[in-house]
């Protein structure tokens, strides 16, 4: 057990530091200059010259990228072009926010996801189990920006019950979340409900039932928790998605995450800023990974033993 | 035959397959169903205030906010949106067909190394990713293409490798090559013909996703650029006034077969 662990860690790290390097040479490779960007229209080829020998672009790919992950290993993701503030101080600023977009959209989308999933398998084949199959189908096959488009107008727009945007109260979280939540909760309801119809044909289960439990007790007690595993392996994938794929429900909503941030980066070509951001959302993937790999034998036994 | 059968058989996939087809017919039909020209700005296409003409009367689903019918927009939308669908789609098959093959029938180090490598695109923010590369190169049709092909090539490399693996293995490949047949030949006549169904299926799964990240980037406004229509754009551009979308089920058969 430790020493996988210790053997995912050290895999971690380098698929981390692949990550940086690719990410390098794209973001180097690609014809958008920043220092032009930030020397603005009428700068002169002498201005644009020095703002690149500040900024040590004037040097060696090779170079630049030792440089970087030298600061890297140490913490340092570098200094911001434009706002002159250090990456890891304005990402660790907009964290709080995405996390906490993360966490109740990965909570909504558990909760919907479990009781639709449950309510269909139990009802399978019925009229429910269709309509709700059918709901998960659209969830699924939905745009974000049309679901968030959609909430907005009804709402916050028409009905004024929630803030149009913006991050503060409790109430600005809801659509950004409920927006989260009702996508996800499609993969959610198709995963639990095949889950808990393979569990639900287990012979523990007709055992459960033969000595008399009641429906309830069999359902929460036998069936769920058998039936749990896929989840915590999407809620793992879930974690990575989300740092770095809720750029357009932050967008639409103003809401001030790591997604805003690393879009208004992208419009000013502040590759420090790119380069942090996508850092971190490639840890959060693997932390993800890592999670769901190392909590699935704590609560199943079964794979414990392998 | 057998598999239209099976198809009609469930009301998912021919519901799915109902959708295709419509999209299909609205892409290739556009020219002659479209009622305007989709980039001609009408001169009564906008209400006294400047405001978009609501659905009805001349335009069956009104105007967007530079007075264009949205109806003709949204057919040769559906173009530039199938388009995109299935080149990006075809190039990140391709891709990973070649990448899995290689890998899975090579092993050894070289197969190794192509793996860790698309485990480490694995970890990448795709989504961040397909942004950052739209938004620095200059967008258009193609690039969004090539865009959306490069990061989602890496699920099909996935599981074309673990299928070659399992072929490589197999007796036939061994009798095969016993009987001194090449690699060009093992791969392309006997290793290929297997990963067809796979590879079909991804195709038409992928076609979704392709098109859903190409409206998500024409809404971010890197996508397809104007006047050109497509999906993600025209939501795009009447944000403020938001029309209703009909296209939201959009979800090949095959994922329900």
Redesign the interface.
Known sequence: MLSLLVKRLIQSVL??F??AA?TFV??YA???DPARMLAGRSATAQTVANIRHELGLDQPLTVQFVHYVGGLVQGDLGRSYTQKTEVATLIAARLPATLTLMAAGILLEVLFGVVLGSIAALNRGGVIDRTV??SA??G???????VA??LL?VFAATLGWFPMSGYGTAAHVVLPAVTLGLLGAGWYARMVRSAMIDVLNQDYVRTARAKGLSGARVILRHVLPNAVLPIIAMIGIDI??F???V??VE?VYGWPGIGQL??QA??Q?DIPI?MG??LT??LA??AGNLFADLVAPVIDPRIRSN | MRVLKEICRQPAALFGLAVILLVLVAALGAPLFAPFDPDEQMFDGLTLEGAPMPPGGQFALGTDTLGRDLLSRMLFGARTSLIIGLVANGIAVTIGLFVGITAGYLRGWAGNLMMRFTDLMMAFPALLLAIVLAALLKPSLWIVAMVIALVNWVQVARIVYTETRGLVERDFILAERSLGAGHGRILFLHILPHLVPTAIVWGTLGIATTVLLEATLSFLGIGVQPPDPSWGNIIFESQSYFQAAPWLVFFPAPSSC
Do not use: C, E
């Not at chain 1, 096959?141 to 049309?146: E, N, T």
């Open positions: 698929i981390l692949g990550v690719v794209l973001l690609l014809p958008a199959m059918m189908f659209i699924v096959s939905a745009p974000q920006f049309v488009l959609l107008y990575g998605q740092m770095g794929g750029v357009v967008a690393a879009w992208i419009q070509v790119i951001v996508t959302s490639a993937i693997i």
